[in-house]
């Protein structure tokens, strides 16, 4: 069990999503997730300590291998069915290559969601984490070297579906993304803070369905201001297309 997050020892298994792939993560993959047993008693803290630091440290690499490459990765988080995959299509049809978006894709199990973004046009490295509830530094070096993306790209991860977890561990991403769909309802920033307190961008997502629902626009905004004050907030909706325009000219400008 993770000393982190808690979170099963199953490995990581990370693979080039091909276009005849069965969509189920089947295949060879690279263990790259180490969990650590933590003891039930004060030595967990340490345990946890260990953990995070290894990661900063794998994750500062990452940030100066994009560097050198002329790479701007960022780290896409949400809850699960937020519509991380969705936007990341219509993004790929409103940027058309320029600049060319490429996506790590983590899921627990199944390569579903890398095989749209295939369909989209963009290059995809799939992570499957088996029990683990986030991404981690390790995981995304290991990606990365089998993306190999060309310079001058956006490297968007899509992290795994989960409000807790993925805040703590830095990928080495130059901007955080934390997404949210007025289908889950307003109380999400004050429910999870430190996810939101972590984000450079905030996207209200599918507010094409606000006509439908009793989401407090005013609330979340404010909220999230009180929370993130640092944060910018967007609001998108990946059907209607509202908002794609500003996310669009945000993501281009992100590094």
């Not at 690279?30 to 047993?37: D, F, M, S």
């Not at 069915?81 to 996506?103: D, N, S, Y």
């Not at 969601?113 to 509830?133: E, F, K, L, Y």
Request: hydrophobic share 40%.
């Amino acid at each position: 069990m993770c000393g982190t997050c808690g979170c099963d020892g199953v490995g990581a298994m990370i693979q080039r999503y091909h276009e005849h792939g069965d969509g189920y993560g089947h295949g060879p993959g690279v263990h790259a997730h180490e969990h650590v047993i933590a003891p039930p008693d004060d030595r967990t803290v340490m345990l946890q300590q260990k953990v995070l630091a290894k990661n900063d440290r794998i994750a500062e690499l990452n940030r100066a291998w994009t560097a050198e490459r002329d790479l701007t990765m960022v780290n896409l988080m949400s809850s699960p069915g937020a519509g991380k995959t969705t936007l990341l299509e219509r993004t790929a049809r409103e940027l058309a290559g320029q600049p060319r978006i490429c996506v790590i894709e983590g899921d627990q199990e199944t390569a579903l969601d890398a095989s749209r973004i295939s369909a989209a046009g963009c290059p995809v490295v799939q992570i499957n984490t088996g029990a683990g509830c986030h991404l981690d530094a390790e995981m995304v070096a290991a990606a990365l070297a089998e993306l190999d993306p060309a310079a001058g790209s956006i490297v968007v991860i899509e992290n795994v579906g989960n409000l807790v977890c993925p805040a703590l561990f830095d990928l080495g991403e130059a901007r955080r993304v934390v997404l949210a769909s007025v289908t889950e309802g307003e109380d999400k920033p004050v429910k999870y803070p430190h996810m939101f307190r972590q984000a450079d961008l905030v996207l209200v997502s599918k507010v094409d369905l606000l006509p439908y629902l009793t989401f407090d626009l005013t609330r979340y905004t404010d909220d999230v201001a009180r929370i993130a004050p640092a944060a910018q907030l967007m609001k998108v909706s990946a059907v209607s297309g509202e908002g794609m325009p500003a996310w669009c000219d945000w993501l281009s400008a992100a590094g």
